[in-house]
C-alpha cells in the first residue's frame, strides 16, 4: 500500500506539468460599433493560437459583436487591427463558435465547465482534460471585479475563480494561462484559488487600460494598448521558438502600455523562466491519435 501510494504520488507530481493538448477560449464580450477594437484583440489572439499550431477544433471562440458586418464599416467583411490594414483578420477561415446574443455570462461559464446543453456540437465545447493547458483570453468593458457581457450583464471575479475550481475538481486543465485586456482587468484574478492558473491583466485596480490608435477611415480605435504589445511579442514566437513566459512579462513596459500590466504567479508552481510561451500559445506536436482532429468543421456529430 505504502509503495503504491507513493507511487501514484510520483505519477501525479510527474503528470502536473506535462500536457498532451492545448485549447484555447478567446472572448469579446462587447457589442457596438465604437467597441470594434475589442474584436480586434480577440481576433488577433485567435489568429495566434492558430498560427502557433492550435486548431480551430480546439479554439472556442466568442465575439459579441460583427464588425466585419456592420454597415458602418467602411471596409465591409474585414477586421483590421492596425490602421496600416495589412492584415485582415477576418479573411481566411474565421470560426466563430459563438456570436452575437450567443455570447452571454452563462454560455462562458458553462462552455468552461462543459455545463452545457446535450444538442450542443463538439466544436462548441472545450472537450479538455487533465492534461489540457488551457489559454483563456478575456477583453471587453470592465471594472473592479467585473467584466461586462454585452452592455447587459456583468460576469464577476467570483464567478470566473468558481468555474476555475469546478473545472479543477472536474479534472478539466493541467494548467491555465488568464489574461485579460479590460479597465481595472487585474481585480478580475483576484479571487482566483484553484492551484495551476497563471493569470495577467492589463491594468490594475481604478486603472483603465487604453486603446493604441485609431484608424481615420475605419473612424474608430482598432487595438488596444496592453494586447497590442502582446501581440508585437508574439509576433516572434515561431513553434519551435524557446521564448517563455519570462519573456513575455519582462516585455512589459508600462511607458508604452499606458497601464500596469498584472502577473499573479502565487497558483502556479513554475519558474515562468521554465515556461514557453508554446505551453499556452502553441499546440503539443505529438503524435497521438486523436479522435476530435477530424471534427473541426462537422457540428453534427
Ligand atoms: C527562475 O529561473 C531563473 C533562470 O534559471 C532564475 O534566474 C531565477 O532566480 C528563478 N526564479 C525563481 C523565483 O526561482
Given at each position: ?32 460599433w ?19 499550431g492550435?486548431?480551430d ?6 465575439l ?36 452575437g ?8 461559464l ?26 483563456i ?15 447587459a ?21 493541467s ?7 479590460t479597465?481595472?482587468?487585474n ?28 484608424d ?14 502582446n ?43 521554465d ?27
Open positions: 500500500m505504502r509503495i503504491l501510494s507513493i507511487l501514484l504520488t510520483l505519477v501525479v507530481a510527474v503528470s502536473s506539468n506535462t500536457h498532451t493538448n492545448n485549447w484555447a477560449v478567446i472572448v469579446s464580450t462587447s457589442r457596438f465604437f467597441n470594434y477594437r475589442h474584436q480586434a484583440n480577440a481576433l488577433s489572439m485567435y489568429r495566434t493560437v492558430k498560427r502557433l492550435i486548431p477544433s480546439q479554439i472556442i471562440l466568442m459579441a459583436d460583427d464588425a466585419a458586418c456592420n454597415p458602418r464599416n467602411a471596409f465591409p467583411g474585414t477586421v483590421y487591427n492596425n490602421a496600416d490594414r495589412a492584415l485582415d483578420l477576418y479573411s481566411n477561415n474565421i470560426e466563430v463558435d459563438y456570436r446574443y450567443e455570447v452571454t455570462v452563462d454560455t462562458f458553462r462552455v468552461l465547465t462543459d455545463k452545457v446543453d446535450t444538442t450542443t456540437p463538439r466544436s462548441k465545447r472545450l472537450l479538455t482534460d487533465e492534461h489540457s493547458n488551457v489559454f483570453y478575456l477583453t471587453g468593458h470592465g471594472g473592479n471585479e467585473f467584466l461586462k457581457f454585452q452592455d450583464e456583468e460576469v464577476s471575479a467570483f464567478d470566473i475563480a468558481d468555474a476555475f475550481a469546478q473545472m479543477h475538481a472536474m479534472k478539466r486543465y494548467e491555465i494561462l488568464f489574461m485579460i485586456d479597465c481595472q482587468a481585480t478580475m484574478y483576484s479571487k482566483f484559488y484553484s492551484p495551476n492558473v497563471l493569470a495577467i491583466g492589463s491594468s490594475e485596480f481604478e486603472e483603465s487600460s487604453y486603446s493604441h490608435h485609431a481615420s477611415d475605419v473612424g474608430v480605435a482598432v487595438i488596444d494598448r496592453f494586447t497590442y504589445y501581440l508585437e511579442f508574439l509576433e516572434q514566437v515561431e513553434r519551435k521558438s524557446s521564448l517563455t513566459m519570462q519573456d513575455l512579462v519582462d516585455s512589459y513596459d508600462y511607458v508604452k502600455i499606458h497601464s500596469h500590466a498584472g502577473v499573479r504567479t502565487d497558483l502556479y508552481n513554475q519558474n515562468l523562466s515556461v514557453l510561451i508554446t505551453d499556452f500559445f502553441g499546440n503539443v506536436q505529438a503524435v497521438e491519435i486523436d479522435n476530435d482532429e477530424d471534427d473541426e468543421d462537422d457540428d453534427d456529430e
